[in-house]
């Protein structure tokens, strides 16, 4: 029975040291100079100035959905016969190579470090910092119990927190419905899918009247979540709506 005791004990030691020594070797990891993720030159950020300038370039987009439209036209077609809930929506990237591998990193490989640099290239996107001024509140894209769970983290909070901490708000915009990856779905599901996800914390919710309210998120695809989001802060009154991801699928 003692050496059954003395085993489990011994176990749990164990397992607790491989767990702080895991834990001080991340921290050390993060210290040291590092290569930049996409060239590799060494020492560098986890992103050199060379390629963010090199794959951030900006691009004309729709001002209502982000999409990439030809220079001088304001908005693409369909969103003029079909008028989103946003009154604004900006996106620094493209879905595409490097971004789309890095942001798999961040969100589903444990990086949430990663935040760090990505702000840093929406900061450098036209029309980013007057939408920060203008917003009275940042709500992060929430997301559910049971993703935030097996995640770890919500990477739009991470975002929306080194973005403009001052205005953060979290915990407002609920996730109250789970639902299945909306990547894989098409455009109809998705805004089926996703109608009744979103709904406001009720003892907060006069908090959107009369406001101006950035939704901030990683990527957007249909934008059916965002729209979904937006809706329920039209209903509770926001005065305006905009939307700011990281990347946008083309």
Same mark, same amino acid.
């Given at each position: 029975? &003692? ?140 997301? @559910? ?5 097996? &995640? ?22 609920? &996730? ?34 009369? $406001? ?9 695809? @249909? ?10 802060? $039209? ?16």
């Amino acid at each position: 029975m &003692r050496r059954c005791a003395r085993k489990e004990v011994e176990g749990v030691a164990s397992e607790y040291i491989d767990l702080v020594f895991r834990q001080l070797l991340q921290g050390i990891s993060r210290r040291l100079p590092s290569q930049c993720a996409v060239c590799h030159a060494w020492p560098a950020q986890p992103m050199c100035e060379a390629c963010v300038a090199a794959f951030a370039q900006p691009a004309h987009r729709c001002r209502t959905c982000a999409l990439i439209v030809p220079d001088g036209v304001g908005q693409c077609g369909a969103c003029i016969t079909q008028p989103p809930p946003l009154d604004a929506c900006l996106a620094a990237v493209s879905y595409a190579y490097p971004w789309s591998t890095l942001i798999a990193d961040f969100k589903f490989h444990q990086q949430p470090e990663w935040a760090a640099s990505f702000v840093r290239v929406l900061r450098a996107t036209p029309w980013v910092e007057p939408a920060l001024e203008r917003a009275d509140l940042v709500i992060p894209m929430p997301l @559910s119990r049971q993703r935030l769970q097996e &995640r770890g983290y919500n990477q739009a909070l991470l975002l929306a927190r080194a973005l403009e901490p001052a205005k953060l708000v979290s915990g407002l915009l609920l &996730r109250v419905q789970d639902t299945p990856p909306q990547r894989t779905l098409p455009r109809s599901e998705r805004l089926r899918n996703v109608r009744n996800a979103y709904a406001l914390e009720p003892e907060r919710a006069q908090q959107i009247r009369d $406001r101006a309210v950035l939704l901030v998120d990683d990527v957007m695809t @249909s934008g059916a979540s965002l729209h979904a989001a937006a809706l329920v802060l $039209r209903r509770a009154g926001a005065a305006h709506i905009s939307a700011l991801v990281f990347a946008r699928t083309e």
